[in-house]
């Protein structure tokens, strides 16, 4: 069993900051692309953010230049840094790990439950 706990997420104004945090436990080998997405409701989940096991990042256009994606192979933790929060920005947050539980098996999806991130105007 792989589990992903999300923390970070609350209530900010708009222009302030907040750090999103994920961390996998349980039996893993090895965990390959670590990714945020966001659900505003009534909209579908959109991807944030992806980092592979190598560094490589990639961005939404709509929080481009606002957002850093990093990570921490021996933790197994994702980070996300969101800076200059708009109230479009409102939504849950979840991340996604492509996890490895063995070297001979393949790679599950697996997904955070999810952390409220509220902007205000």
């Known amino acids: 069993q792989v589990q992903l706990v999300e923390s970070g997420g609350g209530l900010v104004q708009a222009g302030g900051s907040l750090r999103l945090s994920c961390a996998a436990s349980?039996?893993?080998?090895?965990?390959?692309?670590m990714n945020w997405y966001r659900q505003a409701p009534g909209k579908q989940r959109e991807l944030v953010a992806a980092?592979?096991?190598?560094?490589?990042?990639n961005y939404a256009d709509s929080m481009k230049g606002r957002i850093t994606i990093s990570r921490d192979n021996a933790k197994n933790t994702v980070y996300l840094q969101m800076n200059s929060l708009k109230p479009e920005d409102t939504a849950v947050y979840y991340c996604?790990?492509?996890?490895?539980?063995?070297?001979?098996?393949?790679?599950?999806?697996?997904w955070g439950q999810g952390t409220q991130v509220t902007v205000s105007s």
């Open positions: 996604k790990m492509e996890v490895q539980i063995r070297s001979w098996t393949g790679l599950l999806d697996r």
């Open positions: 349980g039996t893993i080998f090895s965990i390959n692309a």
């Open positions: 980092i592979t096991r190598g560094g490589s990042t």
